[in-house]
């Protein structure tokens, strides 16, 4: 059986050495980041299942990292951080994290929240027995990929960018209401701002723009957005 690898982005060496031994007693196999300036390549060669990410971190935040990590691999990314406020936790996880764990951390709960995200993702609780892809005119969507494919075009997407095609091409022609849109994208909507969602689906849309995408995002006044294929990509 194959064990489950772990990427570990933490500059306090102590803190990554006593995580990556911890882990390693439980059979995980581990690697902790060698140099901060090319976290990408080294997490591209690990391949892991699973990172845990400090914030606090050399030249880059861990959010910049999330980011740039969030276009190479879906797994769950975990920020590990001594930072303790709300924002610092929606920030984390509007920039593509999937949970937090707040320093000092008890390392039964560090280890209890790594097998939760595993058994979702890869084990016992994941629905992905295959790869889910959704499909519109000469559109298609690769949700675990997180790509969007037009003929030969390959569109690398971030997480949230991801969540709204799949809303809108998954329910297309109908209008997806911005509370389902806003429902998927955030947990907790008490903390998210009016202007927030308009600027992520500003996003997708110049995304799409920029690599010659026809398709476009109707606004509905009042309701939501739906998705709408140009003449040509039907």
């Known amino acids: 059986m194959e064990k489950h690898r772990i990427y570990i982005v933490e500059d306090d060496m102590k803190i990554a050495s006593l995580l990556a031994e911890t882990l390693r007693k439980y059979q995980y196999e581990v690697a902790t980041v060698q140099c901060f300036d090319n ?122 960018e991801c969540i709204i095609l799949d809303l809108l091409m998954g329910n297309a022609p109908k209008v997806v209401t911005r509370d389902q849109l806003l429902e998927q994208l955030w947990d907790d909507q008490a903390f998210v701002d009016e202007n927030t969602l308009n600027v992520n689906m500003t996003r997708v849309r110049k995304k799409l723009s920029d690599y010659g995408v026809l398709s476009f995002i109707e606004t509905m006044r009042g309701a939501g957005y739906r998705f709408v294929l140009s003449a040509e990509e039907a």
Request: include cysteine.
């Open 39 to 160: 976290i990408i390549e080294e997490c591209t060669s690990f391949n892991p299942h699973l990172v845990l990410l400090d914030i606090n971190l050399p030249t880059y935040d861990g959010y910049y990292w999330c980011r740039q990590l969030r276009q190479h691999t879906t797994c769950p990314i975990l920020f590990i951080s001594a930072r303790s406020g709300e924002m610092d936790q929606i920030f984390a996880l509007e920039n593509g994290g999937d949970d937090f764990i707040t320093k000092p951390f008890n390392y039964e709960i560090v280890l209890a929240k790594i097998r939760s995200h595993l058994r979702r993702t890869y084990g016992e609780y994941s629905a992905r027995q295959e790869e889910r892809t959704i499909k519109q005119g000469q559109l298609t969507l690769y949700l675990e990929r997180m790509e969007l494919q037009l003929k030969d075009c390959v569109i690398p997407l971030q997480k949230k």
